[in-house]
């Protein structure tokens, strides 16, 4: 039918996202293949659920988090249609010492 249109996310892939994906793909070249995967399930609407997806709390809060491997967790948005790529880290830094200037981080570059 003509009112049945298929919905597709749009992706918004920040500078940050950029930067330390790299580093991540440098170190575990993995890491590409599994950010395809996850492309391809959030491209679909309503979205596709990805290995340990969840929600982040206190100073990421409204941030979505998912695992690329072992040790790097890609952070992101999804709203309205529009999946923000905010960049990958590992564990420590969401959830370490680190998490406070890495919220900070995360918030310039959205």
């Known amino acids: 039918m003509a009112g049945d249109r298929l919905r597709v996310a749009k992706f ?3 500078e940050l996202f950029e930067e330390t994906l790299q580093a991540f793909i440098t170190k575990t070249p993995a890491v590409r293949e599994r950010l395809k995967d996850f492309v391809a399930a959030k ?7 990805f ?3 969840h929600g982040l709390h206190r100073k990421l809060e409204g941030i979505n988090e ?6 790097a967790c890609l952070l992101y948005t999804d709203k309205d249609d529009t ?4 960049g ?3 564990h420590d ?3 370490g010492k680190r998490a406070k200037s890495l919220a900070k ?3 310039r570059a959205r």
């Open 43 to 49: 491209k679909r609407r309503p979205p596709g659920k």
């Open 12 to 14: 918004i892939r920040t």
């Open 105 to 107: 981080k995360i918030r």
């Open 83 to 86: 999946v923000t790529l905010l």
């Open 88 to 90: 990958v880290f590992s």
């Open 51 to 53: 290995s340990n997806e």
């Open 93 to 95: 830094e969401i959830t």
């Open 66 to 71: 998912c695992h690329l491997d072992a040790d």
